[in-house]
């Protein structure tokens, strides 16, 4: 497969991907205050 190297560009995009997926899934758990609300769309789906 050749030489393979990882550079610095290729760890920052790595690096705001993992923290803007973060932040979006925690943005959404704080609007889940149960499991019954996750599973049950908090009654929102008709």
Do not use: P, R
């Amino acid at each position: 497969m050749g030489n393979f190297q990882i550079t610095w560009i290729d760890i920052v995009i790595i690096a705001v991907y993992l923290v803007g997926i973060t932040i979006y899934g925690l943005s959404f758990a704080k609007k889940e205050s149960s499991a019954k609300d996750y599973f049950l769309a908090g009654g929102k789906i008709a």
